[in-house]
């Protein structure tokens, strides 16, 4: 177990059971990191709906509602999917508020445009996307994945 994210959860829920929120996810890079992250702990069930994992394009127009337009012009990695994302996984759950991330891990992928460690989170509340990031991180794999399930929960925070 990861202490230092299990203590963002712990921090999250507390704030979110004192505002009675209920938050979602909705994952690409992460993979469901921020998901499984939160339900670490124990009665997580009273501020977290549901978690959305849709690592390809079709799972993101098929489950979140992305437009194809969207894909297309931007990519997947970009602050107009990550909002369609923070979007579609509050329409498609009993959340008011959701995170969305999408970005790339590595090693590979990257381009001159988006290099790896690209990544774009979105915070929303209902029908309104609040803040979205972009971040450029170091590291292997894992440490970008990590970091951005740090950032992710401390922007809730």
Same mark, same amino acid.
């Given at each position: ?36 992250? %939160? *339900?670490?702990?124990?009665?997580? @069930? =009273?501020?977290? !709906? ?5 690592? $390809?394009?079709?799972?993101? %127009? *098929?489950?979140?509602?992305?437009? @194809? =337009?969207?894909? !297309?012009?931007?990519?997947a990695v970009s $602050? ?10 509050l329409i498609n ?8 991330? $999408? ?55």
């Amino acid at each position: 177990m990861d202490y230092e994210l299990f203590e963002l959860s712990q921090q999250l829920g507390q704030l979110l059971k004192s505002q009675n929120k209920i938050i979602t996810t909705a994952e690409s890079c992460t993979g469901g990191w921020i998901a499984q992250v %939160i *339900t670490e702990v124990a009665g997580s @069930s =009273a501020w977290f !709906d549901r978690g959305f994992v849709t690592y $390809s394009n079709e799972s993101k %127009i *098929t489950m979140l509602g992305v437009k @194809s =337009a969207t894909l !297309d012009t931007y990519g997947a990695v970009s $602050s107009e999917t990550v909002t369609e994302m923070a979007n579609g996984a509050l329409i498609n759950s009993n959340a008011n508020c959701a995170i969305a991330v $999408s970005g790339i891990a590595g090693p590979t992928g990257g381009t001159d445009d988006k290099p790896v460690g690209t990544v774009f989170i979105a915070w929303a509340n209902k029908n309104q996307v609040s803040r979205i990031l972009q971040v450029r991180l170091n590291g292997n794999r894992y440490d970008i994945r990590r970091e951005v399930v740090k950032i992710a929960i401390k922007g809730v925070i």
